[in-house]
């Protein structure tokens, strides 16, 4: 059984205490979240320290978190791609999920063949957050050819 959802936290990487951890839940591995866009640390330090993390490990999948509307998230995606990133995380917390520049970073995610983990629902900032995650807002994304993604989060509270 793998866990679909893992984020990581800043501080040392130890993958032993994680796997140990995620042994005794039952679990056997899981999607491993990097630390995220807005974070004090640079996008390529996230990355290394995202694959500390799932180095070695069949059972953890490295997703690398991206703002796919900063100015250099086409760069960002070739270097997780090239470094062999799973899949991509993305939370739409200040643009829709169908920003035309979001859309261009997708079609180079989809171009190499990875997924994309959404968040989707209201967020827990303080933030209006509804604008940017009501799922029906990511309904462009199907206009991206051979792009695969998810929706995280049930998308609350617009579920029954």
């Not at 995620?22 to 694959?51: F, V």
């Not at 643009?95 to 520049?101: E, I, L, M």
Request: aromatic share 10%; glycine share 8%.
């Amino acid at each position: 059984m793998l866990d679909g959802h893992i984020h990581v936290r800043e501080g040392n990487v130890d993958r032993r205490s994680l796997l140990a951890a995620m042994n005794q839940a039952g679990m056997e591995g899981g999607l491993i979240i990097s630390l995220p866009p807005w974070s004090s640390i640079p996008a390529a330090a996230r990355l290394d320290n995202l694959m500390r993390w799932t180095a070695g490990s069949p059972s953890l999948f490295p997703f690398f978190w991206i703002d796919p509307v900063e100015q250099d998230a086409g760069e960002q995606v070739e270097a997780a791609a090239e470094r062999q990133a799973a899949g991509f995380k993305v939370i739409c917390n200040h643009f829709p999920p169908g920003d035309p520049r979001a859309l261009e970073v997708y079609r180079r995610i989809s171009a190499h063949g990875r997924p994309i983990l959404f968040h989707s629902g209201i967020l827990w900032d303080g933030r209006a957050s509804a604008p940017y995650n009501h799922p029906e807002q990511f309904e462009p994304l199907l206009e991206v050819e051979n792009l695969r993604f998810s929706l995280a989060h049930i998308s609350w509270p617009w579920c029954d």
